[in-house]
């Protein structure tokens, strides 16, 4: 990718970004076989699609609705992902798909303070 002028990221190696002159720019997420193309430029995404036709055996899928167990739906107005498919798929696999909810050990947006001499925490529920 760094020989077709992109920037492979610090932060994630798997990560290559390209701006083009005309300011667009193109993302491309590398996990094994699997690869994420992003853009704001068409021609440069058709220009890459081409590069790598030329020396790998490529599949586009078109947009994407799942990866690495997020899931991906779109709306005008916005971009939802979730893992909810990931989440039952592991319940399922370890048996616990029938499995009902208990309560939380701690209350939501609890804020942490100072330890102080509070009740004792029941161990058995984290």
């Known amino acids: 990718m760094t ?3 992109y920037n492979q990221s610090q932060g994630d190696h798997t990560l290559f970004i390209n701006h083009s002159k005309l300011g ?3 993302t491309l997420l590398v996990y094994v076989d699997d690869i994420i193309v992003t853009r ?3 021609k440069e995404r058709e220009a890459l699609r ?3 036709a ?12 799942y990866f690495l167990g997020i899931e991906v739906a779109y709306s005008k107005r916005a971009i939802f992902i979730s893992q909810h498919k990931y989440v039952l798929d592991l319940l399922k696999e370890t048996g616990k798909l029938a499995c009902k909810p208990v309560e939380m050990p701690i209350e939501h947006n609890h804020l942490t303070t100072e330890a102080s001499e509070d009740e004792a925490v029941d161990k058995g529920m984290h």
């Open 24 to 26: 667009g720019v193109t």
């Open 54 to 65: 030329n020396e790998f055996e490529i599949k586009d899928l078109g947009k994407l609705k």
């Open 40 to 42: 704001n430029d068409l």
């Open 50 to 52: 081409c590069q790598l």
């Open 3 to 5: 020989i077709m002028g």
